[in-house]
């Protein structure tokens, strides 16, 4: 729908709404931006935003909001018990999912340390297609352990398999059968897949999923945080669900689950977070944990006016000319890439576009963190802020040596409704430069490693002076241009 034909002949994806509020950009000179990702310790998280011209780092929070949502925002009602505006996104989770209860937390990373508290003890193990950071890191804190069932085509950079992030469906039976039922408290989908690229699910996987979890009697959980990209990739990609609505794709997936947990600072356009529970008993196993973590049982540590944009947002979730905004955009960038040379993650997924590092900067070893080091040159070369998304993201093994991940990816997240195709072009202008000027790109160390979520915090240095000469080649190619 949002995808026009010009009398040109091409084909761009068109926004379907207007700007009506704008925030100035500032875009420092070169030389600046190399100082300034020097003092932020070569970390993207430690960037300034007043320094950050395309702010690429994330779409937990940062999309924007609707003119419905912000007039919903003033109808809050702020009672502390018995609020109007729980009541309202109580009844607008039902209706989306269909389940009887609701927990309200501050945000997703909240939703899994209830879980997590409740449901997970030492010696557990919890299969899921992938994992998230913080997933991972609550269920490991209470000695649990995570089992990865990612088809081996989710970890491949390039192939035209369109559901990447599918559970590879045997080996989730056998691990069952050899870790015993009693072991997993849950099997956990995550629709789409954050850390390879926000590949999707079909439907079709998740029915198979549920299938086997009702088979052994094991609980199966959704993280639906990108769940609004995975569901246009379902209507788009998945030739049996052409004909149906997002809201009949979106029920028929709730069928399938015992809870349904999400971060709206993704699903719903707002801050906040909820859990949708089937199941009384693992409502009542979790409701006490709401008071003692989050706030108190009607609005779980969120603010009562984004609640009120939630129910709106979720709304607007279930609206494809809402949805195929985000991932016709990022398709439309790897694409673009991919066409001048540039590697990246393909077929394109949700969340935003990933370039692949260890391809791009090949002549890096990986204890430089290639992915690392594409961060931070990207920052000088255009203003553009990443998220490093390979091995600064994981955590060292017990004996201190490095985990490598299996992919190292720079994540150039696409805000929801937020940057202009134009701006879109910018950003894969500089990346195609940044690419023709690859060799002068170098590694980084530590300087300060904290030993939990190190890519948080984390400070590094270049190894050599590569940056200034990326400075000094970018000022040589654009002359006065920023
Ligand atoms: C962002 C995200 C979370 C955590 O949500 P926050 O609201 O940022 O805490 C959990 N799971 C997935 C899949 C996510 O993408």
């Not at 309200?104 to 193990?125: C, S, Y």
């Not at 990609?237 to 029920?251: H, P, S, V």
């Not at 060292?396 to 992919?407: K, P, V």
């Not at 940044?434 to 240095?461: D, I, Q």
Request: glycine share 8%.
């Amino acid at each position: 729908m949002a995808h026009v034909k010009f009398f040109s002949g091409k084909t761009l994806p068109l926004e379907m709404h207007k700007v009506r509020i704008v925030q100035k950009l500032f875009l420092p000179p070169v030389e600046e931006r190399c100082r300034l990702m020097n003092a932020a310790g070569n970390n993207t998280f430690l960037l300034q935003n007043r320094d950050v011209f395309m702010d690429m780092l994330t779409d937990s929070g940062v999309n924007a909001m609707s003119d419905l949502q912000q007039s919903a925002m003033l109808r809050a009602d702020d009672a502390y018990a018995g609020s109007e505006t729980y009541n309202r996104m109580v009844a607008k989770v039902q209706e989306i999912f269909g389940f009887e209860y609701f927990l309200p937390v501050h945000q997703g990373r909240a939703a899994e340390n209830i879980l997590a508290t409740a449901f997970v003890k030492p010696g557990d193990v919890i299969p899921m297609n992938f994992h998230f950071t913080t997933t991972k890191a609550h269920i490991t804190r209470l000695g649990g352990r995570v089992e990865e069932l990612i088809i081996k085509e989710g970890l491949e950079p390039v192939n035209d398999c369109p559901f990447k992030g599918n559970f590879d469906i045997p080996r989730l039976e056998t691990l069952i059968q050899e870790v015993g039922v009693e072991k997993i408290p849950f099997v956990r989908i995550e629709a789409g897949t954050n850390l390879v690229g926000g590949q999707p699910l079909s439907l079709q996987n998740m029915r198979e999923v549920s299938a086997v979890c009702k088979k052994y009697g094991v609980r199966l959980i959704l993280d639906a945080s990108l769940l609004q990209d995975n569901l246009w990739f379902i209507k788009s990609r998945e030739a049996a669900c052409k004909n149906m609505t997002i809201r009949e794709i979106t029920t028929e997936i709730a069928s399938l689950m015992d809870i349904i947990y999400f971060s709206a600072r993704k699903l719903g356009f707002a801050r906040g977070g909820g859990i949708s529970l089937r199941h009384r008993e693992d409502e009542l196993r979790m409701k006490e944990f709401i008071p003692l973590y989050e706030g108190f049982l009607t609005y779980g540590g969120m603010s009562v006016r984004e609640m009120e944009a939630i129910v709106v947002g979720l709304d607007e979730s279930m609206d494809e000319d809402v949805i195929s905004q985000g991932p016709q955009f990022i398709e439309y960038m790897a694409n673009e890439l991919h066409r001048r040379g540039v590697p990246v993650v393909l077929p394109a997924g949700g969340l935003g576009c990933h370039i692949n590092a260890s391809e791009f900067l090949a002549h890096l070893p990986h204890e430089q963190y290639p992915a690392g080091a594409l961060a931070a040159a990207l920052y000088i070369a255009g203003g553009v802020r990443g998220m490093e998304r390979g091995t600064l993201s994981e955590q060292r093994n017990e004996d201190g040596s490095e985990r490598f991940a299996e992919l190292e990816l720079l994540r150039l997240a696409m805000p929801r409704r937020v940057y202009t195709l134009s701006q879109v072009e910018y950003a894969i202008d500089r990346v195609e430069w940044l690419y023709k000027n690859r060799a002068l790109v170098g590694g980084l160390r530590f300087v300060e490693e904290p030993s939990v979520l190190r890519f948080f915090f984390g400070r590094l240095e270049p190894i050599g002076n590569w940056q200034e000469k990326l400075a000094a080649k970018f000022r040589e190619d654009f002359g006065d241009s920023l």
